[in-house]
């Protein structure tokens, strides 16, 4: 045995070491684990989110629209300008809009799920709820541009339905309406409906699993009604689920650029406000303090979301 040792190499010599000593300090071996993706993390991404919110804190010369490296906050104050104002405050009620409607949308599908689907019918629904996250994002939204224009399936359903007068109506709705559902802000709820709806399925399914069936049978036995069933017990112990669910569909509307690019009305939204910004018209100072708007509301929306509990719902 000794002269088996005295015959190793010097390199096994050393690794035998370093892997005694790993193994001996779990500690460093984790640190050792997590430093690549911390680094990747701590350095490339929130590295260049920081170097990009410090821009925000610079301003543009007027004159020679050069940006002047000078700390100020002259930036943040042009985002109270009615013109800017009017963006931020468009996009938050798209996204309020959004994920209002895929609580509504998802929360009787998730019901189905959680107290009734069994065995192969269970693994149907999930399959049948992450089938559209396996097709190409742009596939998706340029699928539902023709659905939405005026020759699309749409518009051929309300046609046959004896519905065009009532569609006409709609577009000519102030703020809902425009030239078709293609390019209006309706044809961009739906849209963004359609994209993240499996991302409020799935949490709200998930905290419907925790009720108790038995919770459900002695409401009724105590003499309550489906609805107040519904109202006091479903819905209340549901709620985290529900806010996890929100804050997908919340975040991801308000950060989007895509969809209102191509689905949208002209009028924009934060993602085209910092792309035209940083792009057409060169004011990274404005697209960065833009950029602020967002994170502060999703700062807001995840303190809250964790005192209710629902990030233990994600």
């Not at 260049?48 to 490296?69: H, I, K, P, T």
């Not at 017990?233 to 689920?241: K, Q, R």
Request: aromatic letters at 10%.
């Amino acid at each position: 045995m000794t002269g088996a040792l005295a015959g190793a190499s010097p390199r096994d010599s050393v690794s035998r070491r370093v892997s005694d000593v790993l193994v001996s300090r779990r500690g460093m071996l984790l640190l050792l684990l997590l430093a690549p993706p911390l680094l990747w993390l701590g350095i490339i991404y929130l590295g260049a989110l920081f170097a990009l919110l410090a821009q925000s804190f610079f301003s543009v010369d007027e004159f020679s629209g050069a940006v002047v490296y000078e700390p100020t906050l002259k930036t943040y104050a042009e985002l109270f300008a009615p013109a800017n104002l009017d963006i931020i405050i468009r996009t938050l009620a798209i996204s309020v809009i959004v994920t209002l409607l895929s609580a509504v949308v998802a929360f009787p599908v998730a019901y189905y799920a959680a107290r009734y689907a069994r065995g192969r019918v269970k693994a149907l629904f999930y399959v049948a709820v992450m089938m559209p996250l396996w097709s190409s994002y742009l596939v998706k939204v340029y699928a539902w541009k023709l659905l939405l224009a005026k020759e699309g399936a749409v518009g051929w359903l309300m046609h046959a339905a004896g519905l065009t007068g009532a569609l006409d109506a709609w577009l000519a709705a102030p703020l809902v309406g425009g030239p078709s559902l293609s390019v209006s802000y309706t044809g961009m709820v739906l849209t963004f409906l359609y994209l993240w709806t499996p991302f409020m399925v799935l949490p709200v399914q998930a905290s419907l699993e925790r009720v108790p069936a038995t919770l459900i049978e002695a409401s009724g036995d105590l003499g309550a009604n489906p609805g107040q069933t519904f109202r006091h017990v479903i819905l209340p112990l549901a709620a985290p689920g529900l806010v996890a669910g929100s804050i997908f569909t919340f975040s991801l509307t308000l950060g989007d650029y895509i969809v209102p690019q191509i689905v949208g009305p002209s009028s924009l939204i934060l993602g085209q406000a910092v792309y035209a910004e940083q792009g057409t018209a060169g004011n990274i100072p404005l697209a960065a303090a833009f950029c602020v708007a967002p994170i502060l509301v999703m700062v807001v929306f995840l303190t809250v979301a964790k005192r209710v509990g629902a990030l233990d719902a994600i």
